[in-house]
Antibody
Framework: EVQLVESGGGLVQPGGSLRLSCAASGFTFSSYWMSWVRQAPGKGLEWVANIKQDGSEKYYVDSVKGRFTISRDNAKNSLYLQMNSLRAEDTAVYYC???????????????WGQGTLVTVSS | DIQMTQSPSSLSASVGDRVTITCRASQSISSYLNWYQQKPGKAPKLLIYAASSLQSGVPSRFSGSGSGTDFTLTISSLQPEDFATYYCQQSYSTRSTFGQGTKLEIK
């Protein structure tokens, strides 16, 4: 059974940092693109970042470029999101999502974690 | 980035109704269009991928069509469990984008 379990969310002050983790199981983690998707309270879904199987390609939504870094450790079956210089508008539930194998459809998310809430407030 | 526009933003319907939600891309995305269903407090669930392919386990009352820039999600006969928010998403670009969502409510 495919499982994605996020952790690391919490309350952080504006300008602070947080590192999210996603533990994957039930599939060959190193074979899939992986992504982070967020959802602000009462709002829609926003794709945040994705990473290729070997970590050689990474892409970000403009609003987080230069502040967030996506990474993965295939030996540990884990995905990460390092979030720096956090702003109030980064407050959201952050989901880890499994993409596809090929570039085409790399962002077709057949599996999602349960999400972890990040609140940026003083 | 590719912009995705859904309509309507909200929709009231009754059990048994046929419902159609549309999604338009700001440029051609071929058939790289997915549909998700999300219920309150839950992660999204993939319903349709590649514009018209039904995800395993999804009831056949859900169907998708379209290519290029215009797409539709159709629910042939609404069931009580279908009242939720629906999102389209393009996976054509490595920088994916979602539509703003369509909230389907009980009339």
């Amino acid at each position: 059974e495919v499982q994605l379990v996020e952790s690391g969310g919490g309350l952080v002050q504006p300008g602070g940092s947080l590192r999210l983790s996603c533990a994957a199981s039930g599939f060959t983690f190193s074979s899939y693109w992986m992504s982070w998707v967020r959802q602000a309270p009462g709002k829609g879904l926003e794709w945040v970042a994705n990473i290729k199987q070997d970590g050689s390609e990474k892409y970000y939504v403009d609003s987080v470029k230069g502040r967030f870094t996506i990474s993965r450790d295939n030996a540990k079956n884990s995905l990460y999101l390092q979030m720096n210089s956090l702003r109030a508008e980064d407050t959201a539930v952050y989901y880890c999502a499994r993409g596809g194998i090929a570039v085409a459809g790399s962002s077709t998310f057949g599996y999602w974690g349960q999400g972890t809430l990040v609140t940026v407030s003083s | 980035d590719i912009q995705m526009t859904q309509s309507p933003s909200s929709l009231s319907a009754s059990v048994g109704d046929r419902v159609t939600i549309t999604c338009r891309a700001s440029q051609s995305i071929s058939s790289y269009l997915n549909w998700y269903q999300q219920k309150p407090g839950k992660a999204p669930k993939l319903l349709i991928y590649a514009a018209s392919s039904l995800q395993s386990g999804v009831p056949s009352r859900f169907s998708g069509s379209g290519s290029g820039t215009d797409f539709t999600l159709t629910i042939s006969s609404l069931q009580p469990e279908d009242f939720a928010t629906y999102y389209c998403q393009q996976s054509y670009s490595t920088r994916s984008t979602f539509g703003q969502g369509t909230k389907l409510e009980i009339k």
